[in-house]
């Protein structure tokens, strides 16, 4: 099992651009999220996921779009980038709902916005 | 509003010692508690998953205690060794979601 996989592993942007981060998992989770986390902060979520085509907001949504098209994808993507939102984003998939289950994360996404 | 605190935000501790990190939380009302790892450039790793009925979890070198009514939560290592060297994490499960601590920078000296 490969568990959760993320690209890219790091991407520059100009503001304004847009970009899709993938998040995939092979461990047919039902319930998969994105977190950002920034410097001296904890996690913060941004969307997630109860099942495909079940999605709904997090702590911090704005400027973040997802889709959950089959089990295995929830890609996140960034309509109009902005320096706000350079970060490291983790995407992680667990059996159930968040906590109440084993997380399993992906290894990150930094992003940098120029 | 749920909010997790974990100090102190580093701790360094010569090898073999024993030590203590600790996480706190404002509202008792959890379903549990989790502690996870982040080595540099990765993911988390979750170690140990506490419920709000227990107070505590054993896995190897690591013991987590669960206090809810004074909102706190440790996390023991014992016979600390260089590879224990990371960041550590704790979350608590709040209405569905993990609301998240900043974490506690562990370096290990050989």
């Known amino acids: 099992n490969a568990g959760v996989t993320q690209t890219p592993k790091f991407q520059v942007l100009k503001t304004g651009q847009s970009m899709t981060l993938q998040c995939a998992q092979d461990?047919?989770?039902?319930?998969m999220s994105w977190y950002r986390q920034d410097p001296g902060m904890g996690l913060r979520l941004i969307h997630y996921s109860v099942g495909a085509g079940i999605t709904d907001q997090g702590e911090v949504p704005n400027g973040y779009n997802v889709s959950r098209s089959t089990t295995e994808d929830f890609p996140l993507r960034l309509l109009s980038a902005a320096p706000s939102q350079t970060s490291v984003y983790f995407c992680?998939?667990?059996?159930?709902?968040?906590?109440?289950?084993?997380?399993?994360f992906g290894p990150g996404t930094r992003l940098l916005v120029l | 509003k749920q909010e997790v605190t974990q100090i102190p935000a580093a701790l360094s501790v010569p090898e073999g010692e024993n030590l203590v990190l600790n996480c706190s939380f404002t509202d008792s009302a959890i379903y549990n508690l989790q502690w996870f790892r982040q080595d540099p450039g990765k993911g988390l790793t979750s170690l140990l998953l506490?419920?709000?009925s227990q107070r505590e979890q054993t896995s190897g070198r690591l013991n987590a205690s669960l206090d809810k009514s004074s909102g706190r939560s440790t996390l023991y290592i014992a016979a600390s060794q260089p590879g224990d060297s990371a960041t550590y994490l704790c979350?608590?499960?709040?209405?569905?979601?993990?609301?998240w601590g900043a974490g506690t920078k562990l370096i290990i000296k050989p």
């Open positions: 461990m047919n989770h039902e319930y």
């Open positions: 992680a998939s667990s059996s159930s709902l968040a906590g109440r289950e084993t997380q399993y």
């Open positions: 979350a608590v499960d709040s209405n569905y979601q993990l609301i």
């Open positions: 506490i419920q709000s």
